[in-house]
Nanobody, 117 residues
Framework: QVQLVESGGGLVQAGGSLRLSCAAS????????MAWWRQVAGKEREFVAS???????AYTDSVKGRFTISRDNAKNTVYLQMNSLKPEDTAVYYC???????????WGQGTLVTVSS
């Protein structure tokens, strides 16, 4: 089992920045693949960014150049730095953890990000 707790959401104006944090426990953090997803009410959850246990990163096209995912294995924490935020970034952001080669994704409770125009 992996427990995940997100923080850092809030209300920000378009063009502003926020940093989300996700603290993990229950497994050796450095062995986990970590990711951020987001969901708007009535829509499917969508992938935002990921960082593998080896450090490889991936982003969805709509956030490339604006968002940066990073991890601090000493703090068992993954971050999502979000810059140049747009109203369409408004969503509940979820942290996810996956043990390599196993099918299960573990999810946090989500944190709401609202970007006003």
């Amino acid at each position: 089992q992996v427990q995940l707790v997100e923080s850092g959401g809030g209300l920000v104006q378009a063009g502003g920045s926020l940093r989300l944090s996700c603290a993990a426990s229950g497994r050796t953090f450095s062995n986990l693949n970590m990711a951020w997803w987001r969901q708007v009410a009535g829509k499917e959850r969508e992938f935002v960014a990921s960082v593998a246990w080896r450090g490889d990163r991936a982003y969805t096209d709509s956030v490339k150049g604006r968002f940066t995912i990073s991890r601090d294995n000493a703090k068992n924490t993954v971050y999502l730095q979000m810059n140049s935020l747009k109203p369409e970034d408004t969503a509940v952001y979820y942290c996810a953890a996956k043990i390599p080669r196993l099918p299960t994704n573990y999810w946090g409770q989500g944190t709401l990000v609202t970007v006003s125009s």
